[in-house]
DNA sequence: GAGTTTGAAACT
DNA sequence: CAGTTTCAAACTC
């Protein structure tokens, strides 16, 4: 047991000593394997950019796209490991093959810990057996063993299963190891992505799965093993360490050396962990392990990210298509970092999520929540469609570089980042995972995200096609116009877009910050949503869905002659929202609530009911189904997502949390912790209209109201960007005509953006990790 | 895929 | 603020 033998050694209980022990040392000297990495990760490069491709794709594509594809990749790489694991072994040195990417991860692995391999994994599967000597199929037999998901969802699967098995099965100590020497390879594959290399797709899912081995091992397991030596470090660091990650995954060369401040930032609060960890299991470069391993963390703990969104996560750093925001994550990071202490504690919900989030994602490979999202995602929302894909996850809207914009963003963008998601199936998960509390937060996040504009929309639109990778297409624009979807999103362009001379890039974040905060100064709401869904603020509040498709406006208002509002040209109707009294529209017929009806419901909400009834209601839901059909293919996208995170993307500042935009009828209870903070602050922000819903209480539990849906009776409350009550249009999502006709909705999110200039302030109050999980924080943030 | 249409963004 | 130009998406063929 004690012995050091390598082949007896596997059992657990020779793990705690394993450091100590000869092999810990010997592993240690097999580190240099990174070279054979290297030589991996360089043959799959070619591959990797198809990756990037697919990967991104895959971020924006609809789930089901994503499923598609990474079910194709995962399936093949997967197969192949479980299959011919051993084949796996002489294909990674004889072939270049795109197995090779799994493959040779696992080489590197192998390579690295052999012997380590031979021990864990016989201890941990007996099914793996020996390990063979060059290619360890162990690990991969593990993680292929590990989850029979994997297929479908490479990621998510392992994480809960080989947390489960390996956890129990394997001592803490072999953990470590494996975890410590996957990470290594993972990271160092990683890092040559970033390097330029191109891991092939195999690598990504690969990627996730041991991403999220790590991150479950380095979660629980690692904790409780680390906690005596260094690992313990790891899990505290985490929180820190994202956002070093971030910065890392921000920079574009950032790689194993952040030349950002942000991450000398980070580093020096990650480096004694990563230091340590690095010290003793991993000579080389572990800070990108650690960075990333805490990524991970960070996103369980933010519990809601997919697995997908991992997977993405790495994808988009191999398309180094980082969220601007990043840095200002760092802050985020540190308020984040309490929870995601807790969070990583909680491993339940954490662990749960990713799970639910396998089952989700059974489907498709990640719904992918992207916690800084830009800041249109309004339309999104709408389009009921899950589509509605995060354009980035990680992409976040840009963030000022200002300390105080990033500090206040960054809480905010903590928040935010949970917001993240935009997918349905999250919601559906949420609603269905009880694990909720992790998950609300998700959920939240993911209506936040759903904020995004209707670029986004249009992106992911594009995406279910199978475009989803689609992005721009600029010429002239450098991407540093509002003409640019990326550039207005708060994205920087990625591989799929199709632009040229592309300054929205990492490499020109000045200029990209810089620009937009012109863009900001000339027009403080440029970046911030274009389209208000009642959504936001009614399924805050709870409103009627019927309500929500008028409710929702246009903050400027379209201006639409020719196209009616019954295309997408009309940003109304592209973002899924009916025209407003705002919009200067031409015969419109929009069919989520024309322009008049809305005018009258601002005039007066009661008469909606008639009139938009009337006029917009038949015409509106055909329309509405025709073209959206937002509703009726997730009623919860439109409760959910419309949320408002456009603030917070845009600005940033706010992270709405909308516990409201939890899913409303699923289960209410899962707001509750933060929806009641939230609903403070909404409370003192709205008082007027809220009030009735609000006052019951409920701010925070929007969902409640948004139950309600079924009831006619909820009345969308959001505050118009103007303050405006928007009446919503009834209809438009189908339901029922019958309007409750009386509450008038007040969008929040636009007006009370004033996006970075000034947000440092409202986000000062969004700061309180509560607020900002208390999704009520839209309406609290909120412009009141 | 190329060309046209459209309306927002940018500019004056 | 209004008018014009520029731009890229949306749309059509």
Known sequence: MDTPDR???????????????PLFSFIDSLSPIEPVKSAYSASSIQAYHSLNITSISSIFTSPHDNAQKESKLSKSSFAEFSEGEVCADESDKNKPSRSSNAVRLFACTSTLTQETHKITSSVSKGTVGPPKGPSDLPQPAQFDTGSPDHNTTPCHGVRSDLKQDKCRKLQAFQMAKNTSEKRKCLFSTEDQLL???????????????????????????????????????????????????????????NRTHPSTSTQTYYRELIMEDDQTENGQLVPDGENNISSEEIQDNLYEANGCIPIGCKAETQQQRGMRRRCLVFEAAGYSNRIAQKELVVDLSVSTCKGKSPVQNHSNTGKTPSPRVLRGIGLHLNALALTPKDKMVCLDPMASSLVPSSATQQEAHGNLLSAGENFVNTCGELLELQMDDDCSAGVFTGNDNNSNQSNSPQKKRRKTDNGDDGEACKRCSCKKSKCL?????????????????????????????????????????????????????????????GEDPNNTPASARHKRGCNCKKSSCLKKYCECYQGGVGCSSNCRCEGCKNAFGKRDAAVTTDTEEVKQGGEEAENCGKEKENDLQKANVQSEDHPFLELVPITPPFEVSSSLLKPPNFSSAKPPRPTKARTGNSSRSSSKAAQAVHSRKFSKVAETGLDEEMPDILRDDASPGNCVKTSSPNGKRVSPPHNALSVSPSRKGGRKLILKSIPSFPSLIGDAISSSAMNNPESAFSTASPLALGPS
Request: hydrophobic content about 35%.
């Open 481 to 541: 116009k509002l003409y640019c979807e990326c550039f207005a999103a708060g994205v920087y362009c990625s591989e799929p877009c199709s632009c040229q001379g592309c300054l929205n890039k990492p490499i020109h974040e000045e200029i990209v910050l810089s620009t937009r905060k012109q863009i900001e100064f000339r027009n403080p709401l440029a970046f911030a949503p274009k389209v208000i869904r009642m959504s936001d603020a009614g399924q805050d509040t």
């Open 195 to 253: 390097d330029g290399c191109q891991p092939e797709k195999h690598n990504d899912e690969i990627l996730g799965c041991e991403w999220n081995d790590l991150i479950s091992a380095t979660s629980a397991e690692l904790i409780a093993y680390d906690e005596d030596h260094k690992g313990v470090q790891l899990a505290v660091s985490n929180a820190e360490s994202c956002g070093f990650l971030l910065s890392k995954l921000t920079g574009d060369g």
């Open 7 to 21: 082949a007896a050694a596997a059992p657990a209980a020779a793990s705690t000593r394993a450091e100590d022990s």
